[in-house]
């Protein structure tokens, strides 16, 4: 099936920076989110944004949704060594309702 | 604590051996799925299940059976494992397909 596709694959940036992540994807949706996971342990769910949002806030993180290009982005603003993991993406085309995964991304955060 | 539990976390096993992984939440979710993890691959649905006794094939079902006899329970069963089963796997529940997903710790499989 048809996967959404994050960028970058992977990001390094210092302590404090802010940290943009996107993802695109190819169907209309119900709704698309975004998941973190630490190393090798399970998905954590951060936010979930609906087709007819455009923002959504969840403390140091900031969702966009843009419906017409088919494009989303998560920006961690002040980012924290902690925030060192990979970001998935996930959409639920309004066709199925089952998620679809994109890759992923990496982001270090370097003290 | 509201959880999603898999066992073992770690096997290592040989080709043809017939394994069981097992899944439980204390959610009373109706929605299960099992997720397989490979490096550049992302995450690829193997099964899901919507609610008891209902389960449905996700994109890499191929070698693998599940079962739903109870709400709380989602077994994944490798019948006649193979090397390219070696894979790190997920079970994950919800209230449905589109909300929220709440993952398990995950089990790392080899198959020698």
């Known amino acids: 099936s048809q996967q959404g596709e994050e960028d970058p694959q992977a990001l390094s940036i210092q302590e404090g920076e802010n940290a943009t992540m996107n993802c695109s994807y190819k169907t209309s949706i119900n709704n698309l989110q975004w998941y973190r996971q630490n190393s090798g342990r399970g998905l954590v769910h951060l936010i979930l944004?609906?087709?007819n949002e455009r923002e959504k806030h969840s403390g140091r993180l900031r969702v966009t949704l843009d419906t017409s290009k088919k494009s989303s982005s998560l920006l961690i603003t002040a980012s924290r060594a902690a925030d060192t993991a990979s970001y998935f993406c996930?959409?639920?085309?309004?066709?199925?309702?089952?998620?679809?995964w994109g890759a992923g991304t990496k982001l270090i955060i370097k003290p | 604590e509201a959880q999603v539990t898999q066992n073992p976390r770690y096997l290592i096993t040989v080709t043809g051996k017939k394994l069981t992984v097992t899944c439980s939440q204390n959610m009373n979710h109706e929605y299960m799925s099992w997720y397989r993890q490979d490096p550049g691959l992302g995450l690829r649905q193997i099964y899901y299940?919507?609610?008891?006794?209902?389960?449905d094939k996700g994109d890499v079902p191929e070698g693998y059976k599940v079962s739903r006899k109870e709400k709380r329970n989602f077994p994944l069963i490798l019948e006649s494992p193979s090397p390219n089963q070696t894979s790190l796997y997920f079970c994950a529940s919800s209230w449905n397909s589109n909300q929220p997903q709440h993952f398990g710790d995950g089990t790392r499989l080899s198959i020698l």
């Open positions: 299940s919507m609610n008891v006794e209902v389960t």
């Open positions: 944004i609906r087709s």
């Open positions: 996930a959409t639920v085309p309004d066709s199925n309702y089952q998620l679809i």
